[in-house]
């Protein structure tokens, strides 16, 4: 056989077995298209459903609880105001929860939820009346040392019977306790249990509860400031428009002051009721309590000092500012500013 048949003899194999794998090829494509479209068809292959028991069975229901607290934590007006709405959230997720505030070398109860409903020594009010030295070697010292919190068994620490014992009844079968950070610094410490008959600690949403306090607490000063600003310009029927957001970053020229005086500079009967209703703002309850007493001069005296410095800075008809300061804060009763030293009226 010459070279040239030989030659196509092999040629003429080689076109057979390649003409065999591209039509293999095919076969195997259009397989392959013909699974993929059978997974489109599955009806159920983009539905599923979260088990139980990684949910509680009631995840919307804690949704709607963390977004409710952390919504009232947030938009609190005043610490006490601010650390009742977290306690309340807080006790969603746990049997009883307290709030111990730093002082010195101490820990000293401010405010506590749930204790009223289990067998305890002390009552929510109580609370208030509980205090545990950091000498000791308890769990409270332990979380303010590390500024981190811990979550587990009851009496990890030495001395942590001194903490069971002063709340009394049945041992809880966990607890959490977490810092309190206020500008950084460790200022107080959350304390959260459960009971056998209790679900678990809900530690993730405590926790958030935790966090969006202290940021809150942060806050707070200036929303009170931004809000008594508010509700002075409503007091004050808008006398002074608000500057526009320029005119903030922008201070006016030696020649626009000297065109627009400030009213609050020359206008004495408008600063001392700007500075008596700020009194207010702050100090609502003690306010009410010296009324109710008879004795709101007693109450609030350096307040009020402070007050009838800060106008006399400004101006010197003090028989303007005393006119105020019965009718806006004694309420028109002058009886119970008694022992202000009154000099114009």
Known sequence: MSNDKIKQFIENILNEKKGLVVARVHEIQEAILHQLESVKKINEFDTFQVPADLTGGNADQVITSLHKHVMAIAESDNQLKLISNLLDGINLFSSRSALFL??????????????????????????????????????????????????????????????FSRFGGAAPK????????????PQAVIYADAFEESPRIGRMEIEIFAKTGEMSLDLLPLRQKIMARVKTQEFLGNAEPEPD????????????????????THDPDRKAR?????????????VEDGIASGDLYGALRDTIDQAKDEYLRKHDDMAIFETQLIKILAKGNRDVLKGYPFVAI
């Open 245 to 264: 957001t320029a005119a903030d970053f922008i201070p006016p020229t030696k020649e626009e002051k000297a065109k627009a005086p400030s009213l609050r």
């Open 174 to 185: 966990e607890i959490l306790v977490l810092p309190f950070f206020v500008k950084g610094k």
């Open 274 to 286: 700007v500075i008596l209703n700020d009194i207010i703002l702050y100090n609502q309850k003690a």
């Open 102 to 163: 730093l002082r010195d070398d101490k820990l000293v109860g401010w405010r506590g939820k749930g204790f009223d409903k289990h067998d305890s020594n002390v009552s929510d009010k109580d609370i208030k009346t509980v205090f545990f030295s950091l000498s000791a070697d308890t769990v409270f010292k332990h979380v303010l040392e590390n500024r981190q919190g811990y979550a587990g068994p009851p009496a990890p620490r030495g001395d942590d019977h001194l903490i």
